[in-house]
């Protein structure tokens, strides 16, 4: 059996006032990409932020590398090997795309020439201030930015958000092989799911804070009905809340 | 049919950054249009520039009255309505009053007046609708900041619409939507259009753009690099190779579509239509 | 020649520009680290002397030997540079600029209280570390300490400078203040950059203390008060870079030593008395700020540029008029059947009421920082003085030409507004405040003396209504109920109308230009006159708030209107509410002076800095509890606002 990066045990999670995700139950390999669907509002976010711990859970277990995180600051999480690029991108408008390179806690060195062979495009932009950039560049700065960290867990909140699209169809491979070569485990939202079941190894569908899929990318690349029901499924959900 | 938004040579610099070269787009009475290109291409760049927030050059006209001196706030209420990529919503504003916020229109007079006399009472018919229409009406009284991304985008086309435009400018309204989501937006955006408010979109999803718009432009590096009907620039050698990508283009033809489709005549019109 | 002293005094001012670089250098980093506005970056500065002194000295009791000393006072900055840390700095994290001014401001009066208590108020001359010789330079004598501080200095300047440059930690340092929950991922410890920030700055103010020392005495106002100059200083670099701070510090520091030089000359303009004319040199300072503001911004705020955190949210009132028709009979009995003592603090903090709610259209709903809503009280005050003793105008048209003269003035002081955004806005409100007190006020022939300036009794068709009117209170004692149920009235009506306001259209339109000033002008909204009216509208309520301050003393002098009182209005606002009108009216009750401190005076005994020492601390304490605002929390308990991870 392969080794496990991280596993999610019966976590609940939230904010002010109530839950959002609820017993939720996940685990992402060494190598291996972890696709995140559902719809707004499903609780995608929320379960990426409980991860690297922007937000704190109030119930369950979240096990990275066989250690308990419930302890350890969002600081101490990153520095582990924990890479988030969360919604909004997690970027600073006030640094140059150069100085994002340079960024980093000590002891931390990263090569920007690999950040910019992800994504040749952001080259020429080095010295551009983030906050000038485009929505796209910005996505690409963000993505580039945390895979040139070679963390052990990747956590990308809509990975392909504004990007063009022949860029995400280049991107997901290139996401698949990076696990691959360094070991990495990714766990992945995305919307363009067609695309994201070409390289997934698993995927989750999330409704309403409750998992109503998990399945190998493999059975539903044969079997496309198997993800349209469970959509079905939230989808009544929603209509007879509605209707409540 | 006339031209509601007609630009000619429309040019944008910053610096030494040349982010829009001549560009002419036109947008029709009972159109949508819209307007595709690789990331930096400088679509964000086009509506800031219709909509008066970068200074540009070259000529701007809403309804054959040129508008390209005139401050943003004059433009909108001329009648352009826009949203955002970043989605820039007032954030210490619900979500109702975010809409209440456009649909209102005061002038110095009105305004005091009200200060003075209390004559106004906040209900605005306009952004009840534009809250029923992108079926917003559970998250009303929600801060912004504590929706999902993708609602907070579509509480930003509300705001647009409730403002009662004759153009509305849409910036990746379906980004953070899924597929779904995003083919229901596309299907009550085309009915808004149908209803006669003509659109500009700008998106990524292209199963949503060449599903929905009637022409399309394509911007590279500032440039205009072809135009047409989406079936056109979908076989647009040139477009495919700098946006849309090998698979992706025959996807959004076939597969893509074919599933988004199912999924939306199933349980989402359905919901739309109640 | 005639260069020659022009040269000199320059010299001379070198040392003084060093403190003011030195803390403009203290301001920049507290900002830079944490976003905080530090007003206490002097105070920090005076205490440093003040150990060094006493160290110095043997206060004490134990004389240590110079060396010792400025390590031991080296270790007590940091001590203080950690309790700075974790008393203010730290837990505000988060909240809006403003909290955070606040906060230093509540240390800058509990620090200046203590040391009051601690070595008295006399200056203290302090042993010199400096050499003490003097050069002659073209036949005039320069201190070679001046030459020394403004060396240290720039040394210190360069020092942070290559810090920020080119380490990682200047880096990781922008990055944090922008966004910590970002910073947090990538493994960023924005705990640990805002604790060596503030060490690194509380280093340097105790350097600044220390070399104070030597060119003058300490005492427990001449540092803190540098604040306004360092601010304008590190206004000039935008809060951000130390090198221009450092020269316009310089420059600050020379000219005002030249301009003593040319005051003393014949063809200086005289305020007809035969003096100097004062406040030429605050004049300067705001007018130099405006034109290099001005012209840095752009209208409407572009793509990419950074959003300060905001404000508290702004609710609805809920049944204005009802709780009105509660509070007000109460109160106006009350003004009756209280006794003197507490019926003057009711008056002042009914006054005190109507000027915050000044401040709460103008930050708390159109959300523009203004220091200067005092001041503009002050222009309506000195104008129904001056109507009065040079035309013999009195009420009320003495008083309606004194807030229309405030409005014209605000809204002049909101032309910067329309560019200049946020905390640099704070900065240049306060030049403008200062340049008011002292070019307007301080002279003689529009402002007052400092025996004031007479104010004739409210009347109307021979009916005085003033504190001195014959009809007094239960304990038959001044100041007359009637003056108080004037000012009752008065309030009442401008704070059912602020309610309203909030409830219009164009209080809506001015809460959105609070909130995104591109997306309102998207919806519509003309943001330059939205502007323009919430600082008329706040102009001509801080007129209003003036004149009753005017009737109520009876006479009226500068320090009624002061720049400090200005800045104290402002804490005292915030921590009740800012936003909304209960928030100034308990504000008003707490308000110096006012009713809650006439009662601990009279119940307690406790005035003065011993007052001052419990004040300052409470608004830490209030701040740190309830960010939002008592009244806020107390009126509107809503929702907490949402983390700060999404925006
Ligand atoms: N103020 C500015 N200063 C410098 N460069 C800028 C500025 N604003 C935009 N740019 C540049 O102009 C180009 C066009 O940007 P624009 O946002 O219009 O692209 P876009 O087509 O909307 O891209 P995307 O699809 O990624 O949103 C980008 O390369 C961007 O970096
Ligand atoms: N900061 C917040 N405060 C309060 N509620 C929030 C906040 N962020 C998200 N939510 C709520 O949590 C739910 C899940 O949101 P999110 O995790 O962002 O969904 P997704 O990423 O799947 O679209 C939504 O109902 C949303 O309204
Ligand atoms: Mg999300
Ligand atoms: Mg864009």
């Not at chain 2, 400018?169 to 995003?182: I, N, T, W």
Request: one cysteine or more; charged letters at 15%.
């Amino acid at each position: 059996m392969s080794e496990t990066v991280l596993s999610v045990d019966e976590l609940s999670a939230g904010y002010d006032q109530a839950d959002v995700v609820r017993r939720l139950d996940l685990r992402v390999d060494v190598g291996e990409v972890v696709a995140l669907f559902g719809p707004n509002g499903a609780g995608k976010t929320t379960t990426l932020r409980a991860i690297s711990g922007i937000v704190k859970p109030s119930h369950g277990t979240i096990r990275y590398l066989g250690k308990d995180l419930s302890r350890l600051s969002p600081t101490v999480r990153a520095r582990a090997g924990i890479a988030h690029v969360p919604e909004g991108r997690g970027i600073f408008f006030g640094l140059t795309v150069a100085e994002h390179m340079r960024l980093g806690y000590r002891g931390e060195t990263v090569d920007p020439e690999q950040a910019y062979s992800y994504f040749p495009a952001l080259a020429p932009l080095r010295d551009r201030r983030a906050g000038f950039l485009s929505g796209g560049e910005q996505q690409m700065l963000a993505v580039a930015r945390n895979l040139v960290r070679r963390p052990r867990l990747l956590l990308l909140d809509e990975l392909s958000l504004g990007l063009a699209p022949v860029l995400v169809e280049q991107l997901l491979p290139v996401v698949r092989q990076y696990a691959l070569d360094n070991g990495c485990g990714v766990l992945l939202v995305e919307q363009h799911v067609q695309l994201a079941i070409e390289v997934a190894d698993r995927c989750y569908v999330l409704s309403h804070g409750d998992v109503v899929l998990h399945e190998t990318s493999e059975r539903l690349r044969s079997d496309p009905d198997i993800l349209v029901a469970s959509y079905l499924g939230q989808r009544r959900r929603s209509g007879e809340e509605a209707a409540l | 049919m006339s031209a509601v938004l007609s630009t000619s040579g429309v040019s944008v610099s910053f610096g030494a950054v040349r982010a829009l070269s001549e560009v002419d787009l036109e947008v029709r009475e009972g159109q949508l249009v819209g307007l595709i290109g690789p990331n930096g291409a400088g679509k964000t760049t086009f509506i800031d520039a219709v909509t008066g927030f970068v200074p540009a050059r070259g000529d701007i006209r809403l309804r054959d009255r040129d508008i390209s001196g005139l401050p943003p706030h004059r433009r909108a209420r001329l009648g352009l309505g826009r949203t955002w990529q970043t989605i820039e919503l007032f954030d210490d504003l619900s979500v109702r009053e975010n809409l209440a916020v456009a649909a209102q229109r005061s002038t110095l007079a009105s305004g005091l007046g009200e200060v003075f006399l209390g004559l106004w009472h906040g209900e605005e018919q306009v952004a009840e609708d534009a809250l029923d229409l992108l079926d917003l009406r559970h998250d009303a009284d929600r801060m912004p900041s504590e929706l999902p991304q993708g609602r907070r985008k579509l509480v930003g086309v509300a705001r647009a619409l409730a403002a009662r435009p004759r153009l509305l400018l849409l910036d990746e309204p379906a980004a953070g939507l899924d597929s779904h989501e995003s083919a229901e937006l596309g299907e009550r955006l085309r009915r808004v259009v149908d209803a006669g408010l003509p659109a500009l979109l700008v998106d990524h999803d292209m199963s949503l753009v060449l599903g929905i718009c009637d022409y399309v432009y394509v911007l590279d590096f500032g440039k205009l690099i072809a135009r047409g009907t989406p079936e056109e620039v979908r076989n647009d050698p040139e477009v495919r190779a700098a946006y849309l990508g090998g698979s992706t283009a025959d996807m959004a033809s076939t597969a893509d579509m074919a599933s988004t489709d199912m999924l939306v005549t199933m349980p989402g019109s359905e919901a739309t239509e109640r | 020649m005639v260069l020659s002293p022009i040269v000199a005094f320059a010299l001379i001012g070198l040392g003084s520009g060093g403190l003011i670089a030195g803390i403009g250098l203290g301001v920049v980093l507290s900002y830079r680290g944490g976003g905080v506005i530090n007003l206490s970056a002097g105070v920090l500065a005076m205490l440093s002397g003040f150990c060094y002194w006493a160290l110095d000295t043997g206060y004490f009791g134990i004389t240590f030997p110079t060396g010792w000393a400025i390590t031991l006072t080296i270790v007590f900055a940091l001590v203080v540079g950690v309790v700075f840390e974790f008393g203010v700095v730290r837990p505000l994290r988060g909240q809006p600029p403003l909290a955070k001014l606040t906060a230093t401001l509540g240390f800058f009066v509990s620090a200046q209280a203590a040391v009051v208590l601690g070595f008295g108020e006399e200056a203290r001359p302090q042993p010199p570390i400096l050499p003490s010789g003097i050069v002659s330079i073209l036949g005039y004598t320069v201190p070679v300490s001046s030459f020394w501080i403004a060396g240290i200095v720039l040394a210190v300047t360069l020092l942070f400078v290559g810090a920020f440059r080119w380490s990682r930690f200047g880096l990781g340092t922008r990055a944090a203040a922008e966004n910590e929950a970002y910073a947090t991922l990538y493994g960023l410890s924005p705990n640990g950059l805002s604790l060596a920030n503030t060490l690194l700055m509380s280093l340097a103010m105790g350097l600044v203390g220390l070399l104070g020392a030597s060119i003058a005495e300490v005492d427990s106002s001449t540092l803190p008060l540098m604040i306004v100059p360092a601010l304008a200083a590190a206004t000039f670099g935008s809060l951000n870079s130390f090198t221009v701070t450092y020269i316009a510090g310089m420059l600050i520091g020379m000219a005002e030593s030249v301009l003593i030089f040319f005051s003393s000359q014949s063809w200086f303009p005289t305020n007809g008395i035969g003096n100097p004319l004062p406040g030429v040199q605050e004049l300067m300072i705001f007018v130099v700020l405006v034109v290099a503001m001005f012209f840095r911004a752009g209208k409407i705020p572009g793509r990419g540029d950074i959003v300060e955190r905001r404000l508290p949210p702004a609710p609805r009132p809920r049944a204005p008029l009802k709780a009105a028709m509660k509070w007000v009979p109460l109160c106006a009995f009350l003004m009756w059947a209280l006794p003197f003592g507490f019926r003057e603090g009711l008056i002042t903090s009914l006054i005190a009421a109507v000027s915050l709610l000044s401040l709460v259209v103008i930050t708390g709903f159109v959300g523009q920082l203004s220091i200067v809503q005092l001041a503009l009280a002050g222009v309506a005050g000195f104008t129904v003085s001056h109507f009065f003793i040079n035309f013999g105008i009195g009420f009320p048209w003495a008083a309606i030409i004194g807030v229309l003269l405030a409005t014209v003035v605000g809204l002049i002081s909101g032309f910067p507004a329309l560019r200049v955004r946020g905390v640099s806005l704070v900065v240049l409100t306060l030049a403008a405040a200062v340049a008011i007190e002292n070019f307007g006020f301080t002279n003689s022939t529009w402002g007052a003396s400092v025996t004031g300036s007479l104010v004739p009794a409210p009347s109307l068709f021979g009916f005085n209504f003033g504190p001195n009117a014959s009809f007094h209170g239960i304990d038959g004692a001044e100041p007359s109920p009637l003056f108080g149920w004037f000012c009752l009235v008065v309030l009442t009506v401008i704070a059912l109308w602020v309610c309203n306001l909030r409830r219009s259209r164009l209080g809506q339109e001015m809460l959105a230009v609070r909130a995104n000033e591109r997306a309102a002008a998207a919806s519509g909204v003309n943001v330059r006159n939205v502007k323009l009216i919430g600082f008329a509208i706040a102009a001509a309520i801080a007129g209003v708030s003036g004149v009753l301050l005017a009737y109520s003393y009876g006479s009226i002098t500068a320090d009624s209107y002061d720049t400090l009182v200005a800045i104290s209005l402002i804490a005292f606002i915030y921590i009740c509410g800012i936003t909304t009108v209960p928030g100034a009216i308990q504000g008003g009750l707490i308000y110096t002076g006012g009713l809650l401190a006439y009662a601990i005076l009279d119940w307690f005994g406790l005035q003065g800095n011993w007052l001052n020492l419990l004040v300052g601390f409470l608004v830490i304490a209030s701040l740190v509890l309830r960010p939002e605002g008592g009244a806020t929390y107390l009126f509107y308990r809503s929702k907490r606002p949402a983390s700060e991870v999404t925006s």
